[in-house]
């Protein structure tokens, strides 16, 4: 029996199959696709069950908090970063990566700080 890898999709709100519908990238299509929502949940999902076969980033998450002044969602961009130092820690090489986020500067930070981590 083939074990099934999973993909790690993060973002706030949006399912996959919702970013198929502007990204137009087959892989939303597939169904065993492990959705969390927030930095805690991201890092919590890889430490108990290791790294998924492909994660795809949402850089904004929980946009209603991000203009508090008390409390500050971590975004995407600070999962890329715990995902790299979790890779360099234990010896491993970065799953695929994508970014499916709507918030083009943060898409391109998160897709390029994981890319020249790679070049390493």
């Not at 999709?9 to 892989?27: M, N, S, V, W």
């Not at 930095?39 to 999902?45: G, I, S």
């Not at 008390?70 to 695929?96: R, S």
């Amino acid at each position: 029996m083939k074990m099934t890898k999973r993909l790690l999709f993060l973002d706030d709100i949006r399912y996959p199959i919702e970013a198929y519908h502007y990204t137009r990238q087959d892989i939303f299509l597939r169904n065993d696709w492990h959705i969390v929502r927030n930095y805690e949940q991201f890092v919590n999902r890889i430490l108990e069950k290791g790294l998924p076969e492909m994660i795809s980033f949402d850089h904004d998450l929980a946009d209603l908090e991000q203009y508090s002044q008390e409390f500050v969602e971590k975004t995407g961009y600070d999962c890329a970063k715990w995902l790299i130092e979790y890779c360099m820690d234990n010896y491993l090489d970065l799953p695929q990566f994508y970014s499916h986020s709507m918030n083009p500067v943060g898409k391109e930070n998160i897709i390029s700080l994981l890319k020249n981590f790679k070049k390493l």
